[in-house]
């Protein structure tokens, strides 16, 4: 099971309280205030990592915190700082304050994000001596770490995104296509989760299917239609098998559209998966029908090289598209 949006609490240490004390040796029985400085309170970061499955970790457990500043010692010693708390999570993560409405967001794997700040230590009673003022038992408490209410939420990056209805062969199209291994079968909603794939170095989604109702929470709903909005290009698939091509590809575009209408924008690839288990004129026929769409469309059968190694180029040949339009 993919966890994709948990809210947890993150604390940072606490500064270390400075100390009151007073020089005693055998020679100096009563020296002056030489009480020390707390110990910074420990940071809390967090870390982009590739594992998308990292927000597991968060599904039961849910207050983190990092180590408190020590107090200080005598002989002016600091005491020693708290140890930070490093959180990993997945490249695509939305960190959003509850409280505040702060936002970052992790990107990259290695990105590391300062979250919550440790306190300072606190002086000890040396830093309060003056020359009317020998024997100071002032001293100050640290001050609190950093606490944060936070939501994580996971919205994949991925170059393109495989989007259309369940059971249409969305995910054994990723198997051919990177050496991704997902599970398959003749009933909708299979795929529950999403699942990335690598083909030449562009990173493939295969999303959820949708169905209509989609964009109001209907079959797996919104859940997963946010993944679709960090894709750069999509790849729409449609069953060669079904009666009406064009009503299915207006259904999911009305979806996507009605979700966010920025996805309508980007750039798409039509392709008419399952070309096997229809004649070819069906196929010219299907092309025929989505031809006022204007958009490059591809026959596709797992069962098929060439049309695999066909919709391979035809994918690449996105990637320029995609760099233009970040430009």
Avoid: C
């Avoid at 040796?25 to 020296?31: A, E, I, V, Y």
């Avoid at 927000?55 to 457990?61: D, H, I, T």
């Amino acid at each position: 099971m993919l966890v994709d949006e948990v809210q947890i609490t993150v604390q940072a240490g606490d500064g270390g309280d400075g100390l009151v004390h007073f020089l005693r040796t055998k020679h100096q029985l009563k020296g002056g205030p030489d009480g020390g400085d707390g110990g910074r309170g420990g940071d809390v970061y967090f870390v982009g990592i590739e594992d998308l499955t990292a927000l597991g970790k968060f599904r039961f457990k849910k207050e983190f915190a990092a180590e408190s500043g020590q107090r200080g010692g005598s002989n002016k010693k600091r005491g020693a700082s708290g140890k930070d708390l490093i959180l990993s999570l997945p490249i695509g993560t939305v960190v959003r304050d509850i409280e505040s409405d702060e936002t970052w967001e992790i990107t990259r794997p290695g990105e590391r994000l300062l979250i919550a700040r440790g306190g300072h230590g606190g002086r000890g009673n040396t830093h309060f001596a003056t020359a009317t003022h020998q024997t100071p038992r002032e001293y100050e408490k640290g001050e609190l770490g950093q606490l944060r209410h936070l939501n994580l939420e996971l919205k994949l990056i991925a170059d393109i995104g495989f989007v259309g209805f369940p059971s249409v062969g969305k995910s054994s199209l990723l198997n051919e296509l990177t050496a991704a291994s997902v599970k398959t079968a003749e009933y909708p909603f299979t795929t529950l989760e999403p699942n990335l794939g690598v083909m030449d170095h562009l990173i493939l989604a295969d999303l959820p299917g949708l169905i209509e109702g989609a964009s109001v929470g209907k079959g797996l709903g919104t859940k997963f239609l946010k993944h679709i909005q960090r894709t750069k290009a999509l790849a729409h698939v449609i069953s060669a098998e079904t009666l009406d091509p064009l009503k299915d590809y207006e259904i999911i575009r009305k979806e996507l559209g009605e979700y966010d209408r920025e996805l309508l924008i980007k750039p798409e690839i039509i392709i008419i998966n399952k070309s096997d288990l229809v004649l070819p004129e069906r196929i010219k026929e299907i092309k025929n029908l989505l031809k006022k769409i204007q958009k490059e469309i591809i026959a596709t059968s797992i069962y098929d090289d060439q049309s695999i190694q066909k919709l391979k180029e035809k994918l690449k040949l996105l990637v320029p598209i995609i760099s233009q339009n970040e430009n």
